[in-house]
């Protein structure tokens, strides 16, 4: 396949070929014809989840104990589970398959019963005082529902609450809705600099679904797109941990003391602390999951369980985000094969590397397809589009690293062709087509000096490897090492490929 592909962009397609030949089967073609295609797109699935094999190595020295309850009270109330929690070295909870599993076989099955959504606050007294403020909204609701569910002796969700960490927070992203994403500024004359901001909500714990960095493990990331998100580009004092507390503060400081004061029976104060506020922002943030409810409502649910399943860039489930009608639960059904004691994984999204890290606490071990390095480029600051339209022309751009893509010749050079485009029509408006001419050539060689000097200074930037700290015993630290090495690895191919479509351009 020419360009740029992923494995689960791969299982999406194989996997739609499953369920077409699934409503063809017997109406318009040959039976044998569509068993023959059907065993070679599960052929093909089996292939790539071979080549996407992670390794997961089950810690027997710790106790799931308390996940065990929770999964035998699921089963109790209509779960039906082919999976079993156990820990994994590195990656902490996660499941593994009880037995074979195929394609199209459900794992997972849980009952909306035990789903907790904003339906299930209306059944609590607190509704009706909470829905009669003004803004109120469903998600607020839920957060002020679990603070005071957690202590909840006699609570249905129990064993679910027993299962979550205790720490409280330790450090909040900041939440800026009105904050445009932005990337690595770029523009011809040579000019860039890192601008990077992020809609994201900093809330704090160091629970094993959400990496807390401490002092040493920022100090790694020194250089790194990570680092620019966490400290946000906009003058403010690096590190502050009052300044990203700021939004959220705002948000408890609206709710309570008020709230205890006229209430204190619903709204204990000892249950409603800042510190019990952020865990539940935590809480709701790092495990709950957007489901399609048969009204036709996508709301935010907690489903006890299913958040144990750990993330994948090649998983084993993609579709679980809509209540099956017939059934009245959420399931969980494979796309790929997985194997009796094999881990299940579950995708999380199309998340980058550095939002894994962040908001989840771990780096994927696979090729992650969503590691880019975003670019703005301003064409228009070239000399010789000046005359021809002075208004500044940004475009954006997403370059990855080059060994995803498998066309590495003349004019690609595994890098994004709408970017190559942009960048040679900034050197030669009227061009129209890429042939083997002279000034065609002297372009690419232009261009490619560019970016390749472009991403040294990026690379070397990080900073020297030999110095990062590789002997902590500390997990953020090391996660930090890992991720700036992951960054120094997409630099580096950029810049070998740059290179060598530059020294392949001189030869032609």
């Not at 709230?259 to 029976?265: A, S, Y």
């Not at 908001?359 to 670019?375: C, E």
Request: glycine share 6%.
């Amino acid at each position: 396949m020419v360009g740029f592909n992923s494995p689960r962009n791969e299982m999406e397609a194989l996997n739609s070929i499953l369920t077409a030949i699934a409503k063809l089967d017997g109406e318009h073609c040959s039976t044998t014809t569509l068993e023959e295609l059907r065993v070679a797109a599960v052929n093909l699935i089996s292939e790539l989840g071979k080549k996407c094999k992670e390794e997961s190595k089950v810690v027997t020295r710790s106790s799931c104990e308390a996940e065990k309850c929770l999964q035998q009270w699921g089963e109790d109330q209509g779960v039906k589970s082919q999976l079993e929690i156990s820990y994994f070295e590195g990656a902490g909870r996660g499941a593994i398959a009880r037995q074979d599993l195929r394609i199209g076989d459900i794992a997972l099955e849980i009952p909306l019963s035990i789903v907790i959504s904003d339906d299930l606050v209306h059944e609590y007294y607190m509704y009706s005082i909470l829905e009669k403020i003004e803004g109120m909204s469903a998600e607020t609701m839920l957060l002020l529902w679990s603070m005071k569910e957690k202590h909840n002796p006699d609570s249905k969700f129990k064993l679910y609450f027993d299962t979550l960490p205790e720490d409280a927070v330790v450090r909040v992203l900041r939440y800026i809705k009105s904050a445009p994403i932005k990337g690595l500024l770029y523009e011809d004359h040579g000019h860039k600099h890192i601008n990077r901001q992020t809609d994201a909500d900093l809330a704090e714990s160091p629970s094993d679904r959400r990496l807390s960095f401490g002092m040493e493990a920022i100090m790694a990331l020194d250089g790194t797109l990570l680092l620019e998100e966490i400290v946000q580009a906009k003058e403010v004092p690096a590190f502050d941990p009052i300044y990203y507390r700021l939004h959220l503060r705002a948000q408890y400081d609206e709710l309570f003391p008020s709230l205890c004061n006229d209430h204190p029976d619903v709204f204990p104060p000892e249950q409603y602390r800042w510190e019990q506020f952020l865990w539940a922002c935590e809480l709701w943030y790092s495990n709950s999951m957007k489901i399609m409810f048969t009204d036709g409502k996508l709301r935010t649910c907690l489903i006890p369980i299913a958040g144990f399943l750990n993330h994948s860039t090649c998983p084993h489930i993609m579709h679980y985000g809509k209540v099956d009608s017939t059934t009245n639960s959420i399931k969980f059904p494979l796309s790929r094969s997985c194997n009796a004691g094999q881990q299940c994984f579950l995708g999380y999204g199309s998340f980058s590397s550095s939002h894994l890290l962040t908001f989840y606490g771990f780096l994927p071990q696979l090729d992650n397809y969503y590691d880019v390095i975003p670019l703005d480029i301003d064409v228009a600051s070239n000399d010789d589009c000046a005359d021809t339209d002075p208004t500044p022309d940004w475009t954006s751009h997403m370059v990855r690293g080059t060994w995803f893509s498998k066309n590495h010749g003349i004019f690609h050079y595994g890098l994004p062709a709408p970017l190559l485009d942009r960048m040679r029509r900034s050197r030669n408006p009227s061009l129209q087509s890429m042939t083997l001419t002279p000034e065609n050539l002297e372009i690419e060689l232009d261009i490619l000096r560019d970016l390749c000097s472009m991403f040294e200074e990026m690379r070397d930037g990080l900073g020297d490897p030999e110095l990062d700290n590789r002997e902590t015993t500390s997990c953020d630290v090391k996660l930090a090492v890992d991720f700036k090495d992951l960054q120094r690895r997409i630099f580096s191919s950029i810049v070998a490929s740059c290179q060598a479509g530059y020294e392949s351009s001189q030869l032609v």
